[in-house]
């Protein structure tokens, strides 16, 4: 056996159990994952992940922000394997910082429909969310809230609640509405959900939920999965609150409400990039989109996953068919219109 063919050998070995080399020690299978999604629900799946390949993870949470601040000082030596975060625009964020290698996966591109992912591979979105209205139904008809368009019409004077333009979520809104409609009609909607707000931007979205149910407002921009958390959770005070507060699903151009991701793309420089792929590809798998969207509630990204309870209750809408990574792209823009129109 010649060296060359030893060291090859021995090289592919240490591939294939996964295993990642320092120090010239074999270290256990494992793979380091950058999390900006901080749910407690999310733990059971790791385990779960552990158990079914040997595969350890490491995690290192924050905020999607910090977390590429992070990639970006650490450079070439970066741990990362894994960054994973609950909006389209964070990932592109890190694919512009050149962070994210692309990936081709066959178990991926079958699993996860072609608008959710980047077209090249960089990032891939295993569930999905829509980005809608909460809605006083003793004041406000479903028709009333049934297109964005109308979210931004006189009606609604002084009766919107939504939070900061710093939020990542009204970004990607924005940047969709861009992407459908051009520049200008975005700038004129933006302007008109300025004029339309109740009070100045403050809290989460769940605070604007709240906020209508307390009658500040009359409806509000809201991400599905805390409406639905609010009106299936243990808190008794928010499940009453969505007794008349309802959930509505606006049309973005007659194509069907703006729907954003939780998704994932492996880093630029991943030492354990196998095993990063795989624990991508089993975020994707049928098992976890069913775990997530249950105690998460968030929707499954796979058509041929069933939505379990209790979002299955609320999946009867059309999602819009736009590429998540052409309303991420568009965040730049869309946060020039935000603050020339005063979007605090
Ligand atoms: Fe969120």
């Known amino acids: 056996m010649s060296i060359r063919f030893a060291v090859s050998a021995l ?36 385990e779960r992940f552990t158990q079914e390949t040997g595969i350890k993870i490491n995690r290192i949470e924050g905020n999607a922000d910090q977390l590429i601040a992070r990639m970006k000082s650490e450079g070439a030596n970066s741990p990362a394997d894994l960054f994973i975060t609950a909006d389209a625009g964070a990932l592109w ?16 591109d079958a699993r996860i429909p072609a608008n959710l992912r980047d077209p090249d591979g960089h990032f891939y979105g295993y569930m999905r969310r829509a980005r809608v209205v909460a809605y006083d139904s003793s004041k406000v008809r479903p028709e009333g809230i049934d297109d964005y368009a109308k979210l931004a019409g006189p009606r609604f004077k002084g009766k919107l609640c939504v939070r900061s333009s710093d ?13 459908a ?9 933006v302007r008109g959900i300025v004029a339309n707000m109740a009070r100045p931007p403050e809290g989460g979205d769940r605070d604007q939920i709240r906020a209508v149910g307390a009658g500040v407002c009359e409806i509000s921009l809201t991400n599905s999965y805390y409406y639905i958390r609010m009106a299936n959770g243990d808190n008794a005070g928010d499940r009453k609150v969505t007794e008349h507060v309802k959930l509505g699903f606006p049309s973005l151009t007659g194509q069907g409400a703006h729907i954003n991701i939780s998704g994932g793309g492996v880093a ?3 030492p354990n990039r196998e095993n990063a792929v795989r624990l991508l590809e089993f975020f994707a798998s049928a098992e976890a989109q069913r775990h997530i969207a249950a105690n998460n509630n968030e929707f ?3 058509p041929d996953v069933a939505p379990p309870a209790p979002v299955d209750a609320y999946a009867d809408f059309t999602p819009n068919p736009m590429a998540v990574s052409a309303f991420a792209a568009r965040q730049p823009e869309a946060q020039s219109l935000m603050s020339e129109a005063g979007w605090r």
Request: hydrophobic share 40%.
């Open 181 to 189: 409609e051009g520049p200008e009609k975005a700038g004129a909607w």
């Open 93 to 108: 964020r890190a694919q512009q910082a050149g962070l994210l290698q692309p990936v081709q996966s066959e178990t991926l």
């Open 300 to 302: 499954p990204a796979s």
């Open 11 to 46: 090289l592919g070995a240490v591939l294939l159990a996964g295993c990642s080399e320092r120090n010239g020690e074999t270290a256990a299978p494992e793979v380091n994952l950058y999390s900006a999604r901080r749910y407690d629900s999310d733990l059971p799946l790791y």
């Open 167 to 179: 939020s990542i979520y009204n970004l990607s809104l924005v940047g969709a509405i861009i992407e």
């Open 268 to 270: 630029a420089n991943a």
